[in-house]
């Protein structure tokens, strides 16, 4: 019989970085009535394979489900290899056009599962695909299944809303998605189920698919959609905006500075056990040395801590202070653009793309931040005369640079 903490303990634990628990007070029952009998609650996520990477905005429910095992719960992953062909239609405001096979689902599957063991402990998790009883349900049951669910109340979903208001389509099979994921609920009798505000709807409606079963209703535990890169967007691979768990440390590390400070309070507290306290501070006193703190504290749990600490040190080295990057391209430019051997400074910023628009090469360099040589040369002036031979180095601010090769 696992040994669980007084519920007040594992509340605190579970409430730190969720946004809603609905029901709240009937999460307190469950721990209780777990904590009297021993019998662990069954903590869902489903997971639909639809890429191969598992980025950060991924690992905050996986986080969750993690610190719900160390209070001693059973963990329950559910592999959507038949939801992934229909597709999510949640926060959508058209209809998903990329259709998955089968074999395509499976293979990020498994994929996905080489990432997710990185968050939680796999080992002592239930791994579920929905296709098991999807595959094998008659048309007779899909109907009866389809018939305890209204119009009405798919079209309280905000997505379907929405598109419906402005007469964009909706087709049959996104309907279906919801039920499908409420009926999972069902079928691996969950207490619990993990993931963002947007999959309230689908949360509920299992909760309503359980009672008609005549099963304990579960409890929806959301976090906060992490934002990416930019800011304000949620992070994603499609929008480039995100920071992949596989990656290569010093590329995880990169990232990790680029985030705009604003941000900073929300990755500690999804993605780190740090005291809000002490990372309220610590981003107060000195931001870029918060985010270095937060890119290891979040690094160790992909890689290990040497590795984080020397993606750190190579970050401040090379960017942060002044020693020169290991991992300089060679750009070519034709010789034609130089008039004895020269160029402008904007040009050759255009030319060599360091810099997406001459109106940003010229405002780069009025803030001092395109720099030449191995001394780092501040340009000084948009019409600068630049002396150009192979080998000479450029960098356009902290993260581009090349070294010049004429053709």
Known sequence: MPAFPP?????????????KIVPEAELAEKLKKSYDTGKPLRIKYGIDPTAADVHLGHTVPLRKMRQFQELGHQAVIIIGNYTAMVGDPSGRDEARTKKFTEEEVEKNAQTYLQQ??????????????????????????LLMLCGRVTIAQLLTREDFAKRYKEEVPIFL?????PI??????????????????EQLYSFMLA??????ENMPQQIAVMSPILVGLDGHRRMGKSLGNYIGISEPAYEMMKKFMQLPDNVLPMYFELLTNMSMEDAAALIASHPKNAKVELAKRVMTGYHNAE??????DRWQNEIGGSALPTDIPDVTLQPDLLTNGKINAVDLLAALNLVPSKSEARRLIQGGGVKLGEDKQKVDSHDQLIEVKTGLLIFAGKKKYCRVVLN
């Open 180 to 197: 499908m994921q409420a009926w999972d609920s069902v079928k691996i009798q969950a207490d619990v189920e993990l993931g963002g505000t």
């Open 7 to 19: 519920v007040e303990d594992q509340l605190a634990i579970i409430r730190r970085g969720i946004e």
């Open 307 to 312: 590795e984080a600490q020397e993606a750190a």
């Open 207 to 212: 909760r309503d698919l359980q009672k008609m």
């Open 173 to 177: 099979h996104e309907c279906l998605y």
């Open 116 to 141: 997710v063991g990185k968050v939680i402990d796999l080992s002592k998790a239930e791994v579920h695909r929905n296709g098991d009883w999807f595959s094998t349900m008659s048309f007779a049951e």
